[in-house]
């Protein structure tokens, strides 16, 4: 399996618990779609029994789970086991969400299996502090977003977007950011990407939305303006 190189800026979609079967299927394609047009890479979450599905059916798309474990095979009862994901083809994993924590112990044991059978890691912190913090396990992706505008749809300010990926970027400067939390337009899209972030995504933004279609249309618009826009700043 090779080693997936992420370009800024990317996308993430995390349809959580809202959507499975064939509606998260009909997401999964639209969202495959965008990423082929606009030439995007995006990872895409989905519950355990659908990623086969994602994988089989999306090649555009970097199928990722909502949550993994460090257990190794053998005993373990209910747990997801990293070699299963692997061979399912699962490229990437969210760990320490808000609405499933874990402790700094098993975070930090799961980022180590994670690397031993190729899945990134993308991993949430709350705070500018949190953030810094968690960077010293050199996570492929940290997710800055504040918990308390989680499916707000409000987006934290400037200040918070550059000091948050500022700090990661001072202790694991390889590692993405993740500018999330309460992303529900277009301009929160450009403004995530503007202002430092490496990637945005949504949750209700997208999946709560009148039509989630259209919403990730505009949102995947917004994603190619500002690609243009640091383009242009940065030569």
Not at 87 to 106: D, I, Q, Y
Not at 149 to 169: C, F, M, N, P, Q
Not at 204 to 222: N, R, T, W
Not at 224 to 233: E, F, L, Y
């Amino acid at each position: 399996m090779s080693e997936i190189v992420l370009k800024r800026p990317f996308f993430v979609v995390n349809p959580k618990s809202y959507l499975y079967g064939e509606k998260l299927h009909q997401l999964a394609k639209k969202t495959d779609e965008l990423c082929e047009n606009y030439d995007f890479q995006s990872l895409f979450t989905a519950q355990l029994v659908d990623l086969p599905w994602v994988v089989q059916n999306c090649p555009h798309l970097i199928p990722c789970a909502q949550f993994m474990e460090s257990l190794k095979p053998g005993r373990g009862m209910g747990h997801v086991l990293p070699e299963a994901l692997a061979a399912a083809g699962v490229r990437a994993t969210f760990l320490n969400h808000a609405e499933n924590p874990m402790t700094v112990n098993e975070l930090a044991r799961t980022i180590v299996r994670a690397r031993e059978v190729g899945i990134l890691t993308c991993v949430c912190a709350d705070s500018v502090e949190e953030a810094k913090a968690i960077a010293e396990l050199h996570p492929d992706i940290m997710t800055c977003e504040l918990n308390n505008l989680i499916g707000t749809g409000h987006i934290a300010g400037a200040d918070y977007i550059r000091a948050s990926t500022e700090a990661v970027k001072s202790v694991s400067p390889k590692t993405m950011v993740l500018q999330a939390a309460g992303i529900s337009t277009g301009q929160d899209v450009y403004d995530a990407i503007y202002y430092g972030g490496d990637a945005t995504g949504g949750t209700s933004g997208i999946v709560c939305a009148d039509d989630p279609f259209a919403k990730l249309e505009e949102m995947f618009e917004a994603l190619d303006h500002v690609r243009s826009a640091i383009a242009v700043k940065e030569a």
